[in-house]
């Protein structure tokens, strides 16, 4: 009897699309089936609280709360260098890249975050221990593509944006306040984690095996001949450039994404180990992140 597909959620950015094309669309020997829904990266950490799907592509800030149920593949996933969140504001000093304000300015400001569970509000609440005194003002969650305008329009005094924002913040006239990479590669020299990929343990070592071994296997098709994914990510990418695709494809999908290596695993334990000194999530135990 064929077994059931898989369940498994990503987002339709087009760094998830490129990764999973050759294995979502039945090209990867071997793989196990697949059955996929696109949803956006706060939607998928809530599924995964709740153990929903098979497989999920979350924030490494919610890996404390689910590492009970799933395990951490170490592939597929959105490590990198430069390739941070950033804080941006309406105001700039006169060179035009650093707000008029500064960080310390923050003080009971109001900033909007893509998700109070996301890896970017994480590195966000790091550096504002560190850079903000007595902290920011009211936190506003709102989706990520709405953030830009939000700044722009005055309904928050900052944003912390995410994605291809990092392309295109400046047609919205906004500028720069912070990188929150840049401080963590600072501070730790440590690659920046930002969204990971999980499985169900309760699939057992042998699928999740595969299912690891095939996740790399359409990572490097994709890379062998991206013109064949193109269509699956223009498909799903909310009327982006393809100029502004690529660009968030060669940021994102790295060699982290094949293989989180010690570099990439260091880089997860550091920020979830920093986050847990600063109470912010549960502490892991020692073996949390092994695999299968």
């Excluded at 760094?15 to 059955?35: C, E, I, Q, S, Y």
């Excluded at 105001?91 to 996301?118: I, K, M, N, Y």
């Excluded at 595969?210 to 994709?222: E, G, K, T």
């Excluded at 100029?243 to 260091?266: K, M, P, S």
Aim: charged share 20%; with cysteine.
């Amino acid at each position: 009897m064929t077994a059931e597909p898989l369940q498994i959620a990503y987002s339709p950015c087009p760094n998830d699309t490129f990764v999973f094309d050759a294995l979502a669309h039945g090209r990867v020997p071997g793989a196990p089936a697949v059955d996929v829904t696109f949803a956006d990266i706060d939607i998928t950490n809530g599924m995964a609280e709740r153990g929903e799907f098979d497989v999920l592509k979350v924030s490494y800030a919610v890996l404390p709360y689910v590492l009970g149920a799933y395990a951490l593949l170490p592939c597929g996933g959105a490590l990198g260098r430069g390739c941070g969140p950033l804080v941006l504001t309406r105001e700039a000093d006169a060179g035009g890249t650093s707000h008029a304000f500064g960080s310390g300015g923050l003080r009971g400001r109001t900033v909007a975050v893509p998700s109070e569970t996301s890896t970017a509000y994480l590195l966000f609440r790091l550096w504002a221990a560190a850079t903000v005194p007595g902290g920011v003002g009211e936190i506003v969650v709102m989706p990520f593509h709405e953030i830009m305008p939000a700044v722009r329009d005055g309904k928050a005094d900052a944003g912390l944006v995410i994605h291809e924002a990092r392309f295109t913040y400046r047609n919205y006239g906004l500028h720069k306040l912070a990188d929150m990479g840049e401080h963590w590669e600072r501070t730790t020299g440590l690659p920046i984690p930002l969204g990971a990929i999980i499985a169900k343990r309760s699939l057992g070592e042998e699928t999740l095996t595969r299912l690891a071994d095939s996740v790399v296997a359409s990572v490097r098709a994709a890379w062998d001949d991206p013109q064949v994914s193109r269509p699956y990510v223009m498909e799903h990418a909310q009327e982006m450039d393809p100029a502004v695709a690529d660009q968030h494809i060669g940021l994102y999908v790295n060699e982290f994404t094949a293989g989180l290596g010690e570099d990439g695993y260091a880089a997860v334990r550091g920020l979830l180990t920093r986050a847990a000194a600063e109470g912010l999530v549960p502490a892991l135990g020692p073996d949390a992140l092994a695999f299968p």
